[in-house]
């Protein structure tokens, strides 16, 4: 009769965890945080400037948010291309 009531971890190397596929969430870790830029010298109503577009304002009420990623693979590959919505849930960690 033998009875095993644990068992010594395998020894060798690390398997590569790689995110299953229906799953998105991420871990990361919070850096700092800061205003949004302030559109400081924008050009009048009906003057061109192509320093300035509509697309490169920050919100008024937004806060630009810095985070670390410790573990890379489990972002997508393309995540630079902005087609993906990013949102952030948050756990007080004790």
Same mark, same amino acid.
């Given at each position: 009769? @033998?009875?095993?009531?644990?068992?010594?971890? #395998?020894?060798?190397?690390? @398997?590569?965890? /790689? +995110? !299953?596929?229906?799953?998105?969430?991420?871990?990361?870790? *919070?850096?700092?945080? /800061? +205003?949004? =830029?302030?559109? #400081?010298?924008? !050009? $009048?109503?009906? @003057?061109?400037? /192509? $320093? *300035? =577009?509509?697309?490169?304002?920050?919100?008024?009420?937004? =806060?630009? %948010?810095? %985070?670390?990623?410790?573990?890379?693979?489990? %972002? !997508?590959?393309?995540?630079?291309?902005? @087609? #993906?919505?990013? *949102? %952030? +849930? *948050?756990?007080?960690? +004790?």
């Amino acid at each position: 009769m @033998e009875i095993v009531i644990g068992a010594a971890p #395998y020894v060798g190397l690390p @398997e590569k965890k /790689r +995110r !299953p596929a229906g799953e998105s969430s991420v871990e990361a870790h *919070f850096l700092s945080m /800061r +205003r949004p =830029r302030k559109p #400081y010298g924008m !050009p $009048r109503q009906g @003057e061109q400037n /192509r $320093r *300035f =577009r509509i697309s490169g304002l920050d919100p008024a009420g937004g =806060r630009i %948010l810095t %985070l670390l990623v410790p573990d890379s693979n489990n %972002l !997508p590959k393309d995540i630079t291309s902005g @087609e #993906y919505k990013i *949102f %952030l +849930r *948050f756990v007080h960690e +004790r």
